[in-house]
């Protein structure tokens, strides 16, 4: 199976703030890697697929990035609704995987 | 619009046989896969099978044994079947419908295996 290894477990910023969090892929997946932000008592929403695509409706302050079996989601000028959990996934191969998740909150 | 709501038991006994229900609308299944994801409380997400739209079906390798995924396309409906449910089945069942990836979601149903 594909270990999909999430940093950091949980973050703290501040509004206006640029995070960063990566998933490293444990072998090649190409670009068959998502991103998805969860808010307490909802289903999972997509960001981004396919590494670095928007997925639609979704603010731009968002991007998706890989440097080799690196995966990196960057939130620019962070906003009050961007807490919540946030997963990457990987669709290359079956069993898909997530991330273990980063918790995100607002200072 | 994309729709896709779960239904089944809130409570399972142990060893006993959980049965999902996901009902879709706005899109048809002979041209999308769905797929069962699920998270136990306070967990983190875990990929359990799907049904492809051309009718074949993946599982989870840690879950296959118990598994079943069916659908009938009539219904707009897919099926989940897990037989011999232990308490770390417990979780919230979401489906999911997939054109590469998961873009559409349930709600989710809450499952709790207990006596």
């Known amino acids: 199976d594909i270990q999909m290894t999430q940093s950091p477990a949980s973050l703290s910023a501040s509004p206006e703030e640029i995070v960063t969090i990566t998933c490293q892929a444990s072998q090649d997946i190409g670009n068959w890697l998502a991103w998805y932000q969860q808010k307490p008592g909802k289903s999972p929403q997509l960001l981004i697929y396919s590494a670095t695509s928007l997925a639609d409706g979704i603010p731009s302050r968002f991007s998706g990035s890989r440097s080799g079996t690196q995966y990196s989601l960057k939130i620019s000028r962070l906003q009050v609704e961007d807490t919540g959990i946030y997963y990457c996934l990987q669709r290359y191969s079956n069993p898909y995987t997530f991330g273990a998740g980063t918790k995100l909150e607002l200072k | 619009q994309v729709q896709l709501k779960e239904s089944g038991p809130g409570l399972v006994q142990p060893s006993q046989t959980l049965s999902l229900t996901c009902t879709v609308s706005?899109?048809?299944?002979?041209?999308?896969?769905v797929h069962w994801v699920r998270q136990p409380p306070g967990k983190g997400l875990e990929w359990v099978g799907a049904i492809w739209s051309g009718g074949s079906t993946d599982y989870n390798s840690a879950l296959k044994s118990r598994l079943s995924i069916s659908r009938d396309t009539s219904k707009s409906q897919v099926f989940l079947k897990m037989n011999s449910l232990q308490t770390e089945d417990t979780a919230i069942y979401f489906c999911?419908?997939?054109?590469?990836?998961?873009?559409?979601w349930g709600q989710g149903v809450m499952v709790t295996v207990s006596s």
């Open positions: 999911t419908r997939s054109r590469n990836w998961f873009d559409y």
């Open positions: 706005g899109f048809s299944l002979t041209s999308n896969s």
